[in-house]
Structure formats: structure tokens, C-alpha cells
């Protein structure tokens, strides 16, 4: 909720100042959509696969335990640092702190299997991203990201309809064209993956799912958000404090927030 602003790199560095906010804010995606990533993306048993942007490990955390080799390229040297605290115990997980805009492999290194990004390919220049991929993949490799956004299911909660007008108060309203989409109608970024000319058999599924906090698990969460930890003090001084007096009217002082994602998988031509 609420407006996002600055530039795409000024806002990628901000989660630097939350990393060990982040790895306990951050919802889980649900295990469906890594069954489906596997299947869809053709890997066995064994694989290399390289994370894009890999934050604190969310999403490495999952294929790590199923058994795959990951190399994770993550730009904040504070999250790559947390990152390597949760995946210490798996030997065949490396955490490398660099721009993948910029990474090479070391030299000899096969090629990948798989490159994935999660919550992050939207950081990514999309005119170097999408061919850098294609070069680090083996051919017939795929490419896969997916975004956790919020969502808006017919019967979902309606705090945050009644809390954008603080927002819109404290001059951070959404962007007209963000809506309150709903999970089916959650965009995709099929036509831009196709328009590359470099992948194809490009295949989308959709997963939602609910996740319950009180108040002060929804502010920690909502400052892990690019847009609220560069919004002045005042701002978020004036909307937490709404955000607490609001949920403390409720029986349970709980609120439910849905999250939805499209999970994009294309093979490598």
C-alpha cells in the first residue's frame, strides 16, 4: 500500500538498513509454488541453480533443503552476510556479494540449469537481466521469477481500504494504476518475457495465500517495504500510530493480509 518513489537502485540498497528485520517480516512463499518451479522448470533430483537478488536466503532456504546446488548473487553486503547465518549448514549453497548486473562466474564453471529471482527481478535491468540469464544458462535452462504483492480476495480484510486514506493524508496514496487487485488478476510479465526473444515455452501459475499479524508485526513487516523506509520520520510516526489505534479497536487486534504471486517460468531458446 501506498506510493512508491526514488530511483531503482537509491531504493534496492534500502533493505541494507533492515536486514535482520527481513529475514523474520518477510512472508514464506508457499511450498506449492516450489513444487510447481521444480516441475515446471524440468529439474531432478540434482541442479545448479543461480539466485538473483537473494536477499536473507526466503527462497533459498526451501530448494536448499531439496537438495540443489545454489550460487546466490545478493548486492547488500549485510543481507548476503545474514544469508550465509541461515544456509551455514548447507555445502552446496554459496552466497556471493556482488551486482549480478555485473557477476561472472568463476572461469570453468558449468553453466546453470536454472537462474531464479524472488521478490527481485524487478530490481534488475530488464535490458541487461533477461540476456544475462539467457548466457549463464545451459541451453534448454530456464529463467523463473515471481513477486509476493499484496492482494485483494473477495471477503479479504478490509482495514486496508479504510487505512489508504492516511496515506492518502500524508501525501503516499497509490498510484492510480495499482488498484486492489485480485489474486486471478494478479498482472504478469508474460509479454515483456516473450518480447526478449530469448526464451519461450513461457508458462505462468498464480499461488495466494493469507497471513495474520498484530499491529507490531505489520509494522515490521511494512518497514522491509522500499517505500516506507524512505519516507520521512513524520510519515510513518503519524501512520503507525493510525495503524495501532485502528487494530486496538479490533476484538483480536489482528488483521489479514493476502498475498499473491505469478510465478513466471520460460526455457532458455
Not at 541442479?47 to 536466503?57: A, C, H, I, S, W
Not at 521469477?145 to 500524508?170: C, L, M, N
Not at 520520520?233 to 476484538?251: F, H, N, S, T, V
Amino acid at each position: 500500500m501506498g506510493g512508491h518513489s526514488g530511483g531503482r537502485d537509491a531504493l534496492r540498497q534500502t533493505f541494507e538498513s533492515v536486514a535482520g528485520q527481513y529475514h523474520r517480516a518477510r512472508p514464506d512463499y508457499p511450498e506449492a509454488l516450489y513444487d510447481s518451479l521444480v516441475s515446471l522448470a524440468g529439474l531432478r533430483g540434482t541442479g545448479d541453480l543461480l539466485e538473483v537478488g537473494g536477499g536473507t536466503g526466503k527462497a533459498t532456504l526451501p530448494l536448499a533443503r531439496r537438495g540443489y546446488r545454489i550460487t546466490v548473487v545478493e548486492l547488500g553486503a549485510d543481507l548476503a552476510a545474514q544469508a550465509r547465518r541461515n544456509l551455514a549448514h548447507f555445502a552446496g549453497v554459496s552466497v556471493v556479494n556482488g551486482n549480478f548486473e555485473t557477476w561472472a562466474p568463476p572461469a570453468g564453471s558449468p553453466p546453470f540449469d536454472l537462474v531464479y529471482a524472488a521478490t527481485a527481478w524487478h530490481w534488475i535491468d530488464p535490458a541487461i537481466g533477461y540476456r544475462k540469464a539467457c548466457e549463464l544458462l545451459r541451453p534448454g535452462g530456464h529463467l523463473a521469477f515471481w513477486s509476493a504483492g499484496h492482494v485483494f480476495p473477495v471477503g479479504g480484510d478490509s482495514f486496508f481500504r479504510q487505512i489508504q486514506e492516511v496515506y492518502d493524508e500524508i501525501g503516499e496514496g497509490k498510484p492510480d494504476d495499482e488498484g486492489y487487485p485480485t489474486p486471478d488478476a494478479l498482472p504478469d510479465q508474460r509479454a515483456q518475457l516473450e518480447a526478449t526473444g530469448l526464451f519461450e515455452d513461457v508458462r505462468v501459475r498464480r499461488f495466494d495465500w493469507e497471513a495474520v499479524y498484530t499491529a507490531e508485526e505489520y509494522i515490521a513487516l511494512l518497514n522491509t517495504f522500499s517505500g516506507h523506509i524512505s519516507m520521512p520520520q513524520w510519515k510513518r510516526d503519524r501512520l503507525y500510530g493510525e495503524i495501532r489505534r485502528r487494530l486496538a479497536e479490533r476484538p483480536d487486534g489482528r488483521l489479514r493480509r493476502h498475498w499473491g504471486t505469478a510465478l513466471h517460468v520460460a526455457r532458455r531458446i
